[in-house]
């Protein structure tokens, strides 16, 4: 090689390693001590879980949840804690007591929960099911004038294997290869890519009115009670009437698949089975809605008034106690935060932890923060916070551990997320892919055009077993998992709290059209 040759490669590994993002080793090394030899993060799933939980939106363990929340992590040092208003309002709604039961040919107590939003019954109904299939308007003529003050099975079991899948799985070198290897943020074949939020946005609402069709015309035939089957096997998986769409005239039970194909055979058989439901809730005309919010405060004067910010969602379903949905997620942003508090570090920007409420509703508590603090969804009208915000790290696809980022298209940030993932390679954090995720809180901050991101997670038994059902439990959460994701997320947060500039943006979004 020539002197020129040798000075010239020199000059470009120069330039590669100035270029390169800077990772301050000894921080996180001081991270990880304290995110896996004094973890809290199990301690304070338990509080969320066990003590707080279920947290449907609009209910009183809701807000015990947040107000702990918030002292709690006033009592770890942080500036500012609160409970902020994020505009929304719901009905409060929470069980006192429900059975459902098959009472003849046979006693079978029967595994199930009632709809959340779902009215109270003044007795005792008992009555012998009548079996329908409405799946859309379609088949509101063959039913139409029989079904007054009837329980209304609606479907038939569907056939389906007994589960040959193992139950819980983490992702394999191969699947992560085949997402990092995309070069469409919206590519198909990947489960949960949207184009955009407003694509998810109308697909939700789309989904909603269907239902809501459905559901009306229940009311106007004058039924009873609707009973339907889970989508998954034992575990019952329900959620709720979105309340804030229609307010529900009956109340409706989700059961479990086994139950409901027994129930619907004996009828097939023209055995006389008798079904008795009750249920007693208590509901609240208007609750306000909000979020927990608490920060270290910045400490360079230049920058402080500029914020990074992690969070989760902690509202949940109400039939488990909401462990992996979301209060994994919130239990890791609230370790992470702790660990940073903990080991000392002085960010120069801000550093702020949102508990967002009403996820489950449509994004209630984060889209409301992104319209109060950085501007109108719809039509882009920014506020001067946005130019404030550096980026959103979000965590909700159950408890298991981060593999990576999906960067939704913003390929400006792989360089810089590739070298704070490096420390946790060896954990199995390896994978940037372009891919876009959605379904979750970071979609409103990239609708507005600033820095969202969602981890890439291990699955876990999320989906086959726990996701909205009544398994959601503390016992579903992995410890080592929450503890490494906890470790990545304060490492994350602190390295863009300290980096000279904020994270590179996509270009802003045009404004949204309906239907468009």
């Not at 590994?13 to 921080?27: F, G, I, M, R, Y």
């Not at 004094?38 to 279920?54: E, F, H, I, K, N």
């Not at 339907?228 to 019952?236: K, M, R």
């Amino acid at each position: 090689m020539t002197r020129i040759a040798i000075a010239l490669a020199l000059l470009l590994s120069a330039t590669s390693a100035l270029a390169q993002e800077p990772v301050n080793d000894t921080v996180v090394a001081q991270i990880k001590s304290e995110a896996f030899q004094r973890s809290a993060v199990m301690d304070t799933l338990s509080w969320l879980s066990d003590v707080y939980g279920p947290r449907l939106t609009g209910s009183p363990t809701l807000r015990q949840a947040a107000e702990w929340a918030r002292d709690q992590l006033t009592r770890w040092g942080m500036a500012n804690a609160a409970l902020e208003p994020n505009g929304s309002t719901t009905r409060g709604w929470s069980i006192e007591r429900f059975s459902i039961e098959m009472t003849a040919p046979q006693y079978m107590r029967i595994t199930g929960y009632p709809r959340a939003w779902s009215p109270a019954l003044a007795s005792p109904l008992n009555a012998t099911p009548i079996v329908v299939e409405v799946k859309s308007k379609d088949d509101f003529a063959k039913v139409r004038g029989k079904l007054r003050g009837a329980i209304v099975m609606n479907g038939r079991p569907d056939p389906a294997d007994i589960g040959f899948q193992p139950e819980a799985k983490r992702l394999s070198d191969e699947e992560l290869k085949k997402q990092e290897g995309q070069v469409d943020p919206a590519a198909s074949g990947f489960p949960n890519t949207p184009k955009s939020y407003w694509d998810e946005e109308d697909e939700f609402v789309k989904a909603l009115e269907k239902q809501k069709e459905i559901y009306e015309f229940f009311a106007h035939e004058g039924i009873a009670a609707l009973v339907t089957p889970s989508a998954i096997g034992e575990d019952v998986r329900t959620d709720g009437f979105y309340d804030h769409v229609w307010h529900p005239a009956y109340p409706g039970f989700v059961i479990s698949r086994e139950h409901y194909g027994r129930l619907v055979r004996l009828l097939d058989h023209k055995q006389a089975v008798t079904m008795s439901l009750s249920l007693s809730v208590r509901m609240v005309d208007r609750v306000e809605g909000f979020n927990v919010v608490a920060e270290i405060p910045g400490s360079d004067a230049a920058l402080r008034s500029e914020v990074v910010m992690l969070g989760g969602h902690l509202d949940s379903w109400h039939s488990g106690t909401g462990a992996t949905d979301n209060g994994a997620g919130c239990a890791v942003a609230l370790e992470a935060i702790r660990i940073l508090k903990a080991i000392g570090v002085q960010p120069r920007r801000t550093i702020r932890v949102a508990l967002w409420t009403g996820e489950e509703q449509d994004y209630f508590g984060s889209a409301g923060y992104v319209e109060r603090h950085f501007g109108a969804l719809q039509t882009v009208t920014l506020k001067p916070e946005h130019a404030k915000l550096s980026g959103y790290f979000n965590l909700d696809n159950g408890s298991g551990r981060i593999r990576g980022v999906n960067l939704q298209g913003n390929e400006a940030a792989r360089p810089i997320f590739e070298a704070w993932l490096r420390p946790f390679n060896y954990l199995g954090a390896t994978t940037l892919t372009t891919l876009n995720t959605g379904g979750t809180d970071h979609m409103p901050f990239d609708a507005i055009g600033l820095p969202g991101f969602q981890f890439i997670q291990d699955p876990l038994n999320y989906e086959s077993k726990v996701h909205h059902s009544n398994l959601d439990l503390y016992e579903e959460a992995v410890p080592d998992d929450l503890k490494q994701a906890s470790a990545i997320l304060a490492s994350f947060v602190y390295h863009a709290a300290m980096r000279d500039g904020l994270l590179p943006r996509k270009p802003l979004p045009k404004p949204h059209t309906d239907g468009k």
